[in-house]
């Protein structure tokens, strides 16, 4: 950052060289500002050195600022006060300093008859000057409670002078009520008057800059100045309902309906319209579209007060409107000519009403779910009545996807899946026409000659589009934003309830987007169906719509995930690097829901386990053997103590075990090498069987051993799982250290009742231990 002595001498060198020639500083006026902006020259740095030469610069910059202003060259005066606006911004010191100054020089300055470019740039600078001063209080008692209130007096006094200053007084009008309702009041009615004057005149585009400032103003004197309570509000947000239905009186004064004169709001005063209704009615549909841009910044913009909105009044207003259609009844003794101009304003007086419904929703959000039947049964005729409308179909897709995420189930449990979703697929699906249809030709051909007939063929092919287009096969799609707000619509259709849908409805719509996305190669190479299909836009939301599609997949059907797999891994070698990036956080989505996470798992050392899974193996084997060829042994001596430790069946079938009452019939047949290996010849001894057969296994006490060594006490094995008996250990134990390097297959773990903590179990990929667990 520059310090404050270069600042100082740019300022310097700026003020020396570009602003002293009053006829030529205008030219020099976009390079002062550029630098100005690019190095911070006004502002304050917080260094202490050149601070002296900082203040020396900033004062002469400020006094030449004074000196242009009071300048008699128009253009040296318009640099003057651009001067100003750039030093508000990086310099607060030279705006305290300065603020009485420039405050009486501007209104001074308002009073001439200057050009129209310096009248817009002092009510600018005289706006932001006071609103600077909204929290200070200092400055606001001695400057802005003396000077505002004839700034407002005069822009009022100059918005009947000039029209083309009207946006920027009805801007500065805005700023004043908004930001100093106390000061504003004296002015507020006449400004109001002024507002509804612009509103109601019926020559202004209700999507110019005009009617945007009158509509901002007016909102802003409701909601900040007048009365400022809660029926000062409603009382007005009532009056633009009832304006808006005195004008569709007129309108709909050919179409015989329903009016419910008990009803009928009053309305602000209006002028008077033409009985013509060639002349009328454009003026009533220009009324209409400003007065509903009003009523809907009335609802969404915030208040200084709680206050009530009228929703009944509001839906009855809307009803109003959407109850007309292109086959509504003519009234009696009405020109079927004044019918049909009507109707030809229909459409946009749908998308006003689609707004005003958007911006009720926003505004009470869950008060309207009593009223969801009838929203539903509104989105689904408005869709079935602009099949041909595209800007109102879009507004209409706008506003479902509004409805869907405000409400979601709860929306299209009034609203049939299948209707909804049957308009959608009419919108993205791809119609396929064939160019030239030889048996037609033919048929129609049929009573020519022979000859007749081949050259009529030769000359329909030659002179049809079949030359350019190999396949014959020509593509018919509807608008692009149609189709984008459609696929916006299901996307989120499919996140809120996608599983609800009906099994033929998803198989449907997931081959929709099938053929969709895997037609881009066809697009690609005939010219005359790469229509909408490389469109950026309408490929991503098909995209979007796939994967979601699998997020919430259905119940009675088979996922598409295989395919949208390939889609997604072809995807990322598309042109387009926000499909791109879309296709990779798409794959790792289908990567979580193709692979299955488990919760992280506490694991021991690797050799420790090794050890005891072969133990286990080694003796569960062996006691398993004994307990086979000694089975009616133990019946005859009746040794029902034995109890044969099993491990959790749930957790892992390879340790499963054969209880003591188990019949001979379904005994285990033990892995014989395991067998022999182990026991070797001792195995086939009578005293070591009978001993086995006599040991008691306590099955309450299991523990993991700590090591295996030749030194273990006989009492520490009986506390292991499936302890063999005592005879022979020695021998046991030395082959058991043999094995520990070739089986290592199986685990035991601890099930001490001291132990809180118990090791959860490996899956283990491998067959049965014995054909007992086959059979299992």
């Known amino acids: 950052m520059r310090d404050n002595a270069e600042s100082s001498q740019f300022l310097t060198t700026l003020l020396a060289n570009y602003t002293f020639n009053d006829n030529k500083i205008e030219t020099y006026v976009p390079f002062i500002l550029e630098t100005i902006t690019q190095h911070q020259l006004l502002s304050n740095k917080n260094e202490l050195s050149g601070r002296e030469q900082q203040v020396v610069a900033l004062h002469k910059w400020c006094t030449r600022i004074n000196s242009l202003l009071q300048s008699k060259v128009t253009n040296a005066r318009w640099a003057g006060i651009c001067f100003i606006k750039i030093t508000l911004k990086q310099s607060e010191e030279s705006f305290i300093q300065n603020l009485q100054s420039w405050t009486t020089t501007l209104m001074v300055l308002l009073t001439k008859p200057e050009p129209i470019l310096i009248l817009k740039e002092i009510i600018t600078t005289l706006t932001e000057l006071f609103n600077k001063t909204q929290n200070k209080p200092e400055l606001q008692r001695e400057i802005t409670t003396q000077q505002l209130p004839r700034f407002n007096t005069f822009l009022i006094k100059l918005s009947g002078l000039n029209k083309e200053l009207l946006p920027t007084i009805l801007n500065a009008l805005s700023h004043s009520v908004k930001n100093f309702p106390t000061i504003f009041r004296p ?17 202004y585009e209700f999507e110019s800059e005009l009617v945007k400032m009158a509509i901002e103003c007016f909102t802003h004197i409701i ?148 009223h969801l039947r009838m929203i539903s049964s509104i989105l689904l005729k408005l869709l079935n009545n602009s099949k041909s409308r595209w800007l109102l179909r879009v507004s209409t897709y706008n506003l479902i996807n509004l409805c869907i995420q405000k409400y979601g189930i709860g929306l299209t449990n009034f609203t049939s899946s299948s209707i909804l979703l049957s308009f959608i697929i009419d919108d993205i699906e791809i119609i396929q026409k064939s160019q030239y249809d030889i048996s037609i030709n033919t048929t ?97 939301k098909l995209y979007e719509c796939l994967l979601y599609s699998i997020i919430s997949p259905s119940v009675y059907q088979p996922t598409i995930l295989p395919h949208a797999l390939r889609i997604f891994s072809a995807g990322q070698n598309s042109q387009s690097i926000q499909l791109q990036s879309f296709c990779s956080y798409a794959l790792s989505i289908c990567d979580l829901i193709f692979h299955n996470r488990l919760p992280p798992l506490e694991r021991s050392s690797a050799n420790t386990l090794i050890t005891k899974q072969l133990e286990h193996t080694t003796v569960e084997n062996i006691s398993q053997q004994f307990y086979t060829e000694n089975n009616q042994s133990e019946n005859e001596k009746g040794v029902d103590n034995i109890n044969m430790i099993g491990l959790d069946q749930s957790s892992q079938k390879t340790f499963d075990i054969i209880s003591a009452q188990t019949s001979s019939s379904t005994m285990a047949n033990i892995d014989e090498d395991i067998s022999i290996d182990v026991f070797d010849g001792d195995s086939n001894t009578s005293d070591s069987k009978n001993d086995i057969l006599t040991d008691k296994i306590d099955i309450d006490i299991v ?4 090591s295996i060594s030749s030194e273990m006490s006989i009492e520490n094995q009986k506390k292991r799982i499936r302890c063999p008996s ?46 007992f667990e086959d059979n299992e």
């Open 187 to 203: 002015v507020n009615e006449q400004t109001q008057k002024l507002c509804l004057n612009i509103l109601l005149d019926g020559t």
């Open 223 to 370: 909601n900040f100045g007048g009365k400022l309570n809660m029926d000062y509000w409603k009382i007005t947000l009532l009056k633009l309902v009832g304006s808006l239905n005195n004008i569709l009186d007129r309108l709909f004064d050919a179409i015989d309906e329903d009016k419910d004169a008990s009803k009928k709001l009053t309305g602000f005063e209006m002028p008077r319209v033409s009985e013509d209704y060639v002349v009328a009615f454009p003026i009533l549909f220009s009324r209409f579209k400003c007065l509903s841009e009003c009523l809907i910044s009335l609802i969404s913009l915030p208040t200084s007060l709680p206050v009530q909105i009228p929703v009944n009044q509001i839906l009855d207003l809307l009803c109003r409107v959407y109850n007309i259609h292109d086959g509504s009844l003519i009234a009696n003794n009405k020109d079927k000519t004044e019918y049909y101009t009507l109707m030809l304003g229909i459409p946009s007086l749908f998308m006003r009403c689609n707004k005003i419904l958007s911006a009720v929703i926003l505004s009470v959000d869950g008060h309207l779910t009593r």
């Open 444 to 540: 129609a051909s049929t009573s020519n000659k022979k000859s007749g007939k081949k050259k009529e063929l030769s000359s329909q092919i030659t002179n049809s589009d079949a030359l350019v287009n190999p396949s014959g096969i020509i593509y018919s799609q509807t608008n692009s934003d149609v189709q984008c707000s459609a696929l916006e619509v299901l996307k989120n259709y499919l996140k809120k309830c996608g599983a609800s849908i009906s099994s033929n409805t998803r198989s449907s719509l997931d081959n929709v987007l099938l053929s969709r996305i895997l037609s881009q190669n066809i697009s690609s190479t005939y010219n005359s169906s790469n229509i909408l299909l490389n469109e950026e836009n309408v490929n991503m």
């Open 703 to 706: 523990e993991q051993p700590q």
């Open 726 to 771: 005592p005879v022979g250990v020695e021998k046991e134990l030395a082959k058991k250290k043999d094995h520990d390097r070739v089986y290592k297959s199986q685990r035991i773990y601890n099930t001490d009742e001291d132990s809180d903590d118990m090791e959860i179990p490996e899956i283990i990929m491998e067959g049965p231990d014995s054909e």
